[in-house]
């Protein structure tokens, strides 16, 4: 079942701030909205429904829900719907250069990769706690 405008752009302001640490702008919620509309036509599982609607009302348990998701549903419908929101933001101008690459010192990237890597374990693993309970909770 498609969802209603209301619940997608709700997503879209959710996923915006998980991504870029802020709300989208109205034209990008609404380009998101859109998008969705177009490329989920098809019904979701119940248990991709429900991790979808948890993370969004549960938005604080959305780092840990997308790394359990890249781990054992790399191809459901949270990292779906990530990657369409990132796919939004990254052809935005006032986006872009979040996405672009940043050249660091050695030293600094060698802290970044073990800050970066271990904070993604940590959440990749509680995330995968997390995950059969935002499975069974309602959609």
Wanted: proline share 9%.
């Amino acid at each position: 079942m498609p969802d209603s405008s209301a619940t997608t752009e709700h997503e879209a302001r959710v996923f915006g701030r998980y991504l870029i640490g802020r709300i989208p702008p109205p034209e990008l919620v609404a380009r998101y909205v859109d998008a969705v509309r177009a490329l989920f036509t098809a019904p979701a599982s119940a248990s991709d429904e429900a991790v979808v609607a948890f993370a969004c009302r549960h938005p604080a348990a959305l780092p840990f829900l997308d790394g359990a998701a890249g781990l054992r549903h790399p191809g459901g419908l949270l990292r779906s719907k990530l990657l369409v929101m990132s796919a939004v933001l990254e052809a935005s101008p006032e986006f872009a250069d979040e996405y672009l690459p940043r050249t660091p010192g050695r030293l600094a990237l060698l802290a970044q990769v073990g800050l970066h890597g271990g904070a993604a374990v940590v959440q990749a693993l509680l995330g995968l706690l997390l995950l059969p309970i935002a499975s069974r909770a309602r959609a």
